[in-house]
């Protein structure tokens, strides 16, 4: 008796040749959210991904790491292998693995477990471990909250569609710190800490931004009054981008939130893009 069509794991990166029974029982069981053992397997390795980015943590405190030294590598060098290991049947579990290794969440996989062979040449490299964190987006996935999901691709078109705009904002912000900071150097000088210009845009930057660390401060009347209206103009500055941002969102939001097709009946628009029906009048929207 064949199992129903719409209850069938179907292999990730499904198209391409056909797999071997184990190698889609393997893909059943590492991608195969729906599956009992599928959803088991993700949530053991979640938990794995968080303890071992703890233990990364818990290195870089000297205290800690000077009382613990062979345990922390241990550790470490274990779950190193674990998720090797797991990124090696992941390769093995995919027709295609090429799109695998080029995926998001390829990626994220290689990164996670890169630094530590790096660090054997390089060792500070080893706290970079730390990207494993983002292994943890699975866990959208793994509980069925594909809605965030669908929210944060909606983010990210808005941030495409708007690049263009905040890196022209940016070169103008980029100019008017290199003037500003040119100015400072002019009417303050070195006895005030404005000792080159690349000191001064800096200092520029750090006040155009509203930051203000107060490590460097304009001494005289005039780089005062400078300073003044650099602070001023940062205030307005810092809403540009934003304003930016959220127009391309709120306009990306509409368009995949909603159909501007007309009810046949009513003629209104704005439904749903699942909408089977108007929301004014009821009538089908077939």
């Known amino acids: 008796m064949q199992t129903p069509k719409s209850t069938r794991a179907k292999p990730y990166y499904n198209s391409g040749r056909q797999l071997s029974p184990w190698r889609e029982n393997l893909n059943t069981l590492i991608f195969g959210v729906e599956t009992r053992a599928g959803k088991l397997f993700d949530i053991i390795l979640i938990i794995s991904i968080s303890i071992s980015v703890l233990v990364v943590m818990l290195s870089s405190v000297e205290a800690f790491y000077n009382q613990y030294t ?72 793994i509980f069925k909250l594909a809605e965030y999901i669908e929210e944060a691709e909606v983010l990210m078109a808005a941030m495409r569609s708007s690049w263009h705009k905040i890196l022209v904002f940016l070169y103008v912000v980029l100019t008017l710190a290199i003037i500003f900071g ?41 780089g005062q009054i400078i300073a003044s209206s650099i602070m001023i103009m940062g205030y307005g500055i810092l809403a540009v981008p934003t304003g930016i941002y959220s127009a391309e969102l709120i306009k990306h939001y509409q368009t995949d939130k909603l159909v501007n097709h007309a009810c046949p009946n009513c003629g209104q628009i704005g439904h749903d893009q699942d909408a089977d029906f108007c929301k004014y009048c009821g009538n089908s929207l077939e």
């Open 70 to 141: 062979a345990l922390l590598f241990y550790i470490e060098w274990a779950f190193t292998l674990l998720f090797t290991l797991e990124y090696i049947f992941r390769l093995i579990a995919v027709r295609q693995p090429k799109l695998y290794v080029r995926s998001f969440f390829g990626v994220i996989d290689l990164l996670s477990i890169l630094p530590s062979y790096l660090g054997l040449l390089l060792p500070g490299v080893k706290y970079l471990l730390i990207i494993r964190i983002l292994r943890l987006l699975r866990i959208f996935r």
């Open 182 to 222: 040119s100015l400072l150097y002019v009417a303050e000088g070195s006895a005030a800490g404005f000792t080159s210009i690349p000191k001064s845009v800096y200092w520029a930057i750090v006040t155009l931004t509203t930051v203000g660390y107060g490590d460097i401060a304009p001494q005289t009347p005039l």
